[in-house]
């Protein structure tokens, strides 16, 4: 617990951290944004004097300054007006000035940009300096954006990776736990099979032994399954319809009399490569979460259909529904909306499905207080 509260708080820390590098650098951006915006603003300023004195210039004049002051001048784009017409541009596109729908919409940019700087030149006349941002400038203004989209990818890419590594660690977990439950089963099976020997010896009624022997069947089978978990299984072209029935009707002969079952299926035999024992789990996953949703009175229907090269197997019950928001959240692990129960089922039916047996799982079809329509979708091989 101790190791685990220290691990959050050093996440927390790093997050804090992060968070701060990140205010600091775009804190720090804008204040160069605002630096180099005034520069600008003085350099317009010194461009507009050189203007007026070139404007009142006499033979007698030095325009040295003020022409040395326009050639420095290459980035800025600049429009001059007076009375509302342009009488001069700087670094602006001739197309652009050419066309005078294009300038008038430049000129509008400019006015977004940046205030005029007004030019009386003489008494009661003026000129209007309007400029934009150099392209350094922009390319600083938009700064900011493209460093915050970086940071939203990198923090994409390590969240992805957190999260690959901690699925991962949970496989090997309940891989692990899987196979120490089946060695665990294992030992007391083995005893119970000798008591069955010896019952059998003592000349104890058939139909008594005959039922503890299934269970005991079923207790291995079990085991089997958990053995199967976290290796890859051997997969067998079998007919899928022969297994599914086989399993459906020996957990139709363990349940209630209050649910209806009803199994439907072609006449023949549809191969499919699929391991028989973890198929089973699947269908027996798949039939008491149905049950569960009926709180144990209601019809159950598995159908399976042949849709071209592939064979559908459909479970449907008149439970209780799953909202449209939580057809894909019922396959995540640790997802359930019983008071009891790790919300596990699903998870590995869902895993044995589209992993091992290469399908695919989804809701179909579901209603609120009318039940709900899981399909299994394989595709199917050649007959033997």
Known sequence: ???????????????????????????????????????????????????KTLINADENTDVELPLQIFSTNSSIPIILTEKDKIINTVNIDDKIIANRAESVRFLATLKNENDPIVIEYAPGKFQKLYYGNSALLNKLKYYPIALVLIIVLFAALVYNFYRSTKMATQNKLWAGMAKETAHQIGTPLSSLIGWIELLKSENIAESTTLEIEKDIERLQTITDRFSKIGSE????????????????????????????????????????????????????????????????????????????????????????????????????????TKKRGWGLGLSLTKRIVEEYHKGRIKVVQSEIGKGTTIQLSYKKSESI
């Open 1 to 51: 617990m101790y190791f685990s509260d220290r691990r959050n708080t050093t996440r927390w820390v790093i997050i804090l951290v992060s968070f701060c590098i990140i205010s600091l650098i775009l804190w720090n951006t804008y204040t160069f944004f605002q630096i180099f915006k005034n520069e600008e603003r003085l350099k317009m300023n010194l461009w507009a004097k050189a203007q």
């Open 233 to 336: 299984p051997k997969l067998e072209n079998q007919d899928i319809i022969a297994v599914t029935q086989e399993t459906f009707n020996y957990l139709q002969s363990r349940f209630s009399k209050q649910i209806v079952f009803s199994f439907q299926a072609p006449e023949l035999p549809v191969f499919v490569l699929f391991n028989a024992t973890l198929h089973s789990w699947t269908i027996e996953n798949l039939v008491k979460n149905a049950i569960d949703a009926m709180k144990g009175k209601g019809h159950l229907d598995l159908v399976v259909e042949q849709e071209g090269d592939s064979v559908k197997i459909k479970v449907s019950d008149t439970g209780i529904g799953i909202p449209k928001k939580q057809f894909k959240t019922i396959f995540e692990p640790g997802f359930t």
